[in-house]
């Protein structure tokens, strides 16, 4: 099974600040089944990014992802207040999925 | 659009089966381009995906290894409906769950609005 890892557990930044999130995989992840959801207290997850560099319906381009293999990333270019929230990465493959621990991005 | 209702207790005592149900909107249980998967979530655990259904001709179930012992997952396509069965639970089982869509894409979405299931005595 991929085991997911991603850095920094918290990021504190101010709005209009550029974050840089990082998620690796234990072995190399197909780029087509990378994705990045973002999580809210008391939501469900909501999907971001597919396809490591894909945005989904809806998203604002200051969101973007890139990325092969085992390292991937996800940028926000200037974080809005909406923004702060906890991020995940998600692989899938081998008739299953699994998730990283998770990127906390909080006010400073 | 597609929509998804979970229903289900919310507490449930250690030994006994967790039980919950998916009501599916705008879509079908037994759509051929679709699986429908359960996920949860508790602080120790992160977000965990515990398997899935779908139908090719017949039915068919993916489930995660760590649970696979103790998981089931049905369909019931006269309610367009998919159920998830845990067995034995303990407190580590405690976890708000999701029911999900999968459209074979490698992403999981839409989302059910998550249910909070407590295990203890």
């Known amino acids: 099974e991929i085991v997911l890892t991603q850095s920094p557990g918290t990021l504190s930044l101010s709005p209009g600040e550029r974050a840089t999130l990082s998620c690796r995989a234990s072995?190399?992840?197909?780029?087509?089944?990378l994705v990045w959801y973002q999580q809210k207290p008391g939501q469900a997850p909501r999907l971001l990014i597919y396809?490591?560099?894909s945005r989904a319906t809806g998203i604002p381009d200051r969101f973007s992802g890139s990325g092969s293999g085992t390292d991937f990333t996800l940028t926000i270019s200037r974080l809005e207040p909406e923004d702060f929230a906890v991020y995940y990465c998600q692989q899938y493959g081998s008739s299953l999925f699994t998730f990283g621990p998770g990127t906390k991005v909080d006010i400073k | 659009q597609v929509q998804l209702q979970q229903s289900g207790p919310g507490l449930v005592k250690p030994s006994q089966t967790l039980s919950l149900t998916c009501t599916i909107s705008g879509d079908s249980v037994s759509s051929n381009n679709a699986a429908w998967n359960w996920i949860r979530q508790s602080p120790s655990r992160g977000l965990e995906w515990l398997g899935r259904?779908?139908?090719?001709?017949?039915?068919?179930?993916d489930y995660a290894v760590s649970v696979k012992s103790r998981i089931t997952i049905n369909a019931d396509p006269s309610k367009n409906q998919l159920s998830l069965q845990v067995n034995s639970v303990t407190p580590e089982d405690t976890a708000v769950y999701y029911c999900?869509?999968?459209?074979?894409?490698?992403?999981?979405?839409?989302w059910g609005q998550g249910t909070l299931v407590t295990v203890s005595s």
């Open positions: 259904t779908y139908y090719r001709s017949k039915w068919y179930n």
């Open positions: 999900a869509r999968d459209g074979w894409l490698g992403w999981l979405g839409p």
């Open positions: 072995q190399s992840v197909s780029s087509r089944y």
């Open positions: 396809g490591a560099s």
